[in-house]
């Protein structure tokens, strides 16, 4: 009985005592991403979420290796829209980080976790084999997160504001952080298609968010801003003004000039690259990013 008597009276103290009542409270997801209003976008659909043909790759670097980071952010044009779907030249040491599960995969020339389906191929996979065969960088993890046909303020305090800062909490969980051996983070910005109407100091005050909000989730490395607003064959020089005075070249570098690249680099919708303006694009974003220097 007095076993008895003592077992209840460690229940009850277990029960509640603050440690245990602490650790009833749910804490926030930190991998929780807002996509309310994220469906069937211009060209396929929503983010893609298929890994089915894909293979696990490392889910860690290695120190003897020099590993690029490649995050990127922006709207469909970095995402998943190139007709034809071409898998990188160097596709053993080209890999890509799921935002949805944090797993490390290969890549077949679409990214999972960006919008539109994976039928379509993503220019920045071939912006990826220019670091490996321009002997850069040894390997490259892509983490992707673009959705199509959005707005700087949805990236800096909307829904989409979290994609980023999740994506570098999911690779810190695989212990790929900026501090690791002979590891480089990069942050592409390719976005400005749909701010029709945005002022130049809007734009510019809505990055500055993005970019402590990266920061704030641990990014440290050079963050590189296309000019890049070309909508229906018209550019946007309100927005091209604010993506060009972004750029100090202390943190944030010039990632080239993608609306010069008109005519058969874009599809009848005079928007979206085409099969031939996928591999154009991916090589001026490769120069502008080179320009930098070092490690680049």
Partial sequence: MRALFLTFLTLTSLIFSPAVAQR??????PYTLDETGIGPSNVGGGPSHNVGSLTLRSQTTNPAQRTLVLIIAGQSNAANVVPTRVA????????????????IYSVRGDMV??????????????????????GQFDRVII???????????QWSTGTLSTRVPVLLRRLAARG???ASTNVTFAFLWQQGESDTGTTQLA????????????????????????????????????????????????????AGDLD???????????THWSDTGAPNAATALYNAMHASGTPY
């Fill in 24 to 29: 009833g409270v749910s804490a926030p997801d």
């Fill in 88 to 103: 990188p030249t160097n596709a053993s040491v080209i890999d890509q980080i799921n935002v949805y599960d944090g797993a």
């Fill in 113 to 134: 976790g960006c919008s539109n389906d994976d039928t379509h191929g993503n220019m920045n996979v071939q912006l990826a084999d220019k670091f490996i065969s321009g």
């Fill in 143 to 153: 983490g992707d997160v673009s959705i199509s046909t959005t707005t700087i303020s």
């Fill in 176 to 178: 790929i952080t900026p």
């Fill in 203 to 254: 734009y510019q005050t809505g990055f500055g968010v993005v970019q402590s909000n990266i920061v704030a989730a641990g990014f440290s490395g050079r963050i590189f801003v296309a000019k890049e607003t070309l909508l229906s064959n018209t550019v946007n020089a309100t927005i091209q003004a604010a993506q060009v005075a972004l750029v100090n070249n202390i943190t944030i570098w010039s």
């Fill in 260 to 270: 010069a690249l008109t005519g058969a680099n874009r599809q009848g919708d005079g």
